[in-house]
């Protein structure tokens, strides 16, 4: 299942280190960020204060492509966290990117999915929530590392087929030379295209000992994360990965979640909600999300959250914000494209 998470996100210990030698000292970073400079002492932090460090980061450097690959390439391996060095020390590429997509789990708030098809692989970062997404810069280090990973672990010089960003990355042409290919902005999603027989190659970094060490822990502390997950939180992603044409029901997302629809009631209640307000949220959230990208009619919009039909959607829409779709989509899309 997909993660879901609390808010916290640990920083690795070499994260401040790596940076200072790029010339980046943390002070700096807390002052950009409007934080405290106590924040370069925690262990962990909220989804809001990581993006606002990342995006310091990119207002300090100045490009975000020339950040991306001085820290990319710049940072020690031996600085990995744990989960990161698991990765390094795989048996292959792929082994490496499928450690990777398990344990970013337990690294929020990116997650990847990987899709081997034909003579690609495809590597796509979304967020896990549609509330907060990314800076560019945070973007750019996590597909860009994907890559340095695979070039380190097996010792080539890999490239990438094909690189997507959804927002601008500054210089383009020096991320093309990084990655080897074209690199594509203003697109869809984010995206690493590889060349899939590049997963076959052993890694000559494979620590077969190591890895026997580092395994069980790493998969310990992961199951341990995902049996804390709210019960709310579980069925808010269950229904965003439903909803398309129809409306899924208790029932099925019950199953879904291996408990008896009595047990799940129960559940959802002790957390102050229940599956019909939930339901509602998710409609809300995802009918704001899709409206807000003007490549969707609005048609489209009704059916991708679920409604037979598009007089439904007006009614619901209207309760949540006062408005029709289309006057919502004209002032918060042409707000957005002004800011």
Known sequence: MKDLTSDRIKIPLGFWAGLQ?????????????RLPLTIITESAVTTTQYFAIWQAYSDLVGDNAQGIIKLVTAFETAKYPPSVLATY????YRDALNRMVRYKQMCPPESLHITEEGESCVIELNWLTTEQTGPSMLVGITLAYLLELGRRGTGKPLTARFVEFSQPMGDVQALEAYFGCRVEVGAQSNRLILDRRDLERPFVSYNEELLEMLTPVLDQTLDEQQRRRSVTEMVKWILKRSLTGGRPDIHTVAKELGMSERTLQRQL????????????????????????DPTFEIKEVAFLIG???????????????????SNWRAANVTFAAEK
């Open 89 to 92: 020390h795989a048996r292959d």
């Open 307 to 325: 409604y037979e039909d598009q007089n439904s959607f007006y009614r619901a829409f209207r309760m949540w914000e006062g408005d029709t779709p």
């Open 21 to 33: 030698h790029l010339g980046i000292y943390p002070h700096d970073i807390a002052r950009q960020a």
């Open 269 to 292: 209640t002790e957390e102050n909600t229940s599956f019909q307000q939930l339901l509602t949220q998710v409609r809300h959230e995802q009918a704001r999300e899709y409206l807000a």
